[in-house]
């Protein structure tokens, strides 16, 4: 009876987590389509050079705190589901992970659309170095952020 009631805790788990990643593909959808039909909303500031430099670091910037994030507060509720039906743990690894990166590859286009809709540029200029740059500076942030909420949990 226990194995029971712990398969629909985590079956519980996992649809709440896959409905929080649903609901926020949308949220960032709405998001996306709020500025294109509401340009006074967009930025409109002078600096546009600058802007163009620094976006492509925050994109990748967002897609590293965004899957960190994601993978630590929902990895084991994927995790855990799958254990459920799949007794290894190599394998409900990789399940787990495939699907929080297949969200965050959504939401990074999502949020590279938001920013170019909002600071005006017809397409951010991705590289090795400002994803690698971005990349970095993201998951010191995360990391460093995570590691303060577990040192207080």
Do not use: W
């Not at 985590?10 to 960032?28: A, P, V």
């Not at 899957?67 to 399940?95: A, C, H, I, P, W």
């Amino acid at each position: 009876m226990g194995g029971k009631l712990k398969n629909r805790k985590e079956t519980k788990n996992f649809f709440l987590f896959l409905g929080f990643l649903i609901s926020l593909t949308i949220l960032l959808n709405y998001l996306k389509l709020y500025l294109k039909r509401h340009p006074t909303v967009r930025y409109r500031g002078k600096k546009q050079k600058l802007i163009n430099q620094i976006v492509p670091y925050i994109y990748t910037l967002i897609f590293a705190i965004a899957t960190g994030t994601l993978n630590f507060f929902g990895f084991k509720y994927l995790k855990e589901m799958f254990m459920t039906r799949v007794r290894s743990d190599q394998l409900t690894s990789v399940l787990s992970a495939t699907i929080v990166v297949f969200f965050c590859f959504f939401y990074s286009e999502q949020i590279k659309n938001i920013l170019e809709i909002y600071f005006n540029i017809r397409d951010i200029k991705i590289t090795l170095n400002t994803n690698l740059i971005g990349y970095t500076i993201g998951r010191i942030i995360i990391i460093s952020l995570l590691f303060f909420y577990v040192s207080l949990n």
